[in-house]
């Protein structure tokens, strides 16, 4: 007689458990976008508009000085399946939940979850802070260099964590494990990999976490033309025809400093930017890189001090053709999660639906007369976007 307790709610809810266990990273960004999306009567489709804070110029003097709002705004797009397809035979319904959990849907849930971490984590190509540390261990005043710049953009204490890859966990793991403290919370996080809290930070371990190469660079890339500004640069000086910067690669520009994101007074610290695309330099070693952040001069959004010059020295983070490890530092309000409910089939043997910390999961199986088995697909439909660059910041290690 089959247990009454693998009902299709039953085992739908325990496998969105065990997912839930091991997405740390997915876990610790924004989640409150999932309820924007497949809502009866209101659907939205798949994209979600996410305002972004208003910023505004301050007046001195009397004299009043109106000026626009200017909202801004970044997709949300829900658009990516993923799934895992079982066969189910009658004997493995007579299993008790724990035993069904441990055979069937621990192996199953594992490599989705995975397949779903590694899909969200390549939001690190859109992260322009970087501590620079390629080639030497992970140090906790990295980690420190790291909070400095996400208190110098202004990232709210709450929801901060810092996510780290396998060698940067053994690197630090050993020196930091008097400044872990067991809390209350760790126990609802509820999360795989969850180390302890530290200097403001939810220390994490991810496997994984992301190795990256600097294309091959023996150039001294400059400024091709002053007063630039925009989300793209007009650069020369490479080598021709090579493809000299790839999708994540980090820069700085010589005389282009960050500025204070609401007094807007230079920091005296370079800027950062991000590759957002792969670029190849044409004949003559010229080049046009797609960049962010954009470069601002001026106004509420203004981000640096001044347009690069002509001929100004571009500096790229790394060594060429050599990889080296990234972990990240970040904000919760950095990255934006959501996942959406799926339509329910009918005319099958069952299906059913359930949510479980934001992420909606969708079971639905049939019976198989021939072979007297139940094929199974459990679905999640989600997406990702980067919403704040600036709360997060990527550890470059070895």
């Known amino acids: ?123 690190y190509k859109d992260v322009y802070n970087q501590v620079d540390n390629q080639g030497q261990a992970a140090s906790f005043t990295k980690v420190l260099q790291g909070r400095k710049i996400l208190v110098d953009n202004l990232a709210p204490l709450n929801g901060r964590t810092c996510n780290l890859n396998t060698q940067d966990n053994v690197d630090m793991v050993d020196a930091l494990k008097g400044l872990f403290n067991d809390q209350t919370t760790i126990s609802k996080q509820n999360r795989e990999g969850f180390m302890g809290r530290t200097a403001g930070f939810d220390f994490m371990e991810n496997t994984c976490g992301r190795r990256t190469r600097r294309a091959p660079r023996p150039e001294r890339p400059l400024v091709n033309g002053a007063t630039q500004a925009g989300a793209s640069l007009i650069s020369d000086g490479w080598t021709a025809s090579t493809a000299a910067l790839k999708q994540g690669d980090i820069f700085t520009i010589a005389g282009v400093f960050r500025v204070h994101p609401e007094t807007k007074q230079s920091t005296a610290i370079l800027q950062s930017f991000v590759a957002t695309a792969n670029a190849t330099a044409d004949g003559s070693g010229n080049l046009t890189i797609p960049i962010s952040p954009a470069i601002v001069t001026s106004g509420a959004a203004q981000n640096v001090s001044g347009s690069p010059a002509d001929n ?27 996942s959406a409910d799926m339509v329910m089939p009918r005319g099958v043997d069952f299906a059913a639906r359930e949510a479980f910390d934001g992420v909606s999961m969708r079971i639905v199986r049939q019976y198989d007369i021939n072979s007297d088995k139940f094929p199974c697909r459990l679905d999640v439909l989600y997406g990702y976007k980067t919403i704040r660059p600036q709360l997060a910041c990527r550890l470059a290690n070895h």
């Open 312 to 338: 100004a020295v571009i500096g790229v983070s790394g060594t060429g053709s050599t990889a080296y490890g990234l972990s990240m530092a970040y904000q919760k309000g950095a990255f934006a999660f959501a």
């Open 1 to 123: 007689m089959a247990n009454a307790i693998l009902t299709p709610t039953a085992v739908t809810r325990e496998a969105l458990r065990v997912l839930h266990q091991k997405l740390n990273f997915v876990g610790s960004i924004t989640r409150e976008y999932d309820d924007s999306f497949a809502r009866q009567g209101a659907k939205i489709g798949d994209t979600l508009k996410i305002r972004l804070p208003n910023q505004y110029t301050v007046r001195s003097g009397s004299t009043l000085s109106a000026q626009d709002t200017t909202e801004s705004t970044v997709d949300l797009k829900v658009q990516t399946q993923k799934g895992v397809d079982l066969n189910f035979t009658s004997v493995d319904l007579t299993l008790a939940l724990d035993d069904f959990s441990e055979r069937i849907l621990e192996p199953a849930m594992a490599v989705l979850a995975a397949n779903i971490e590694a899909d969200a984590m390549t939001m």
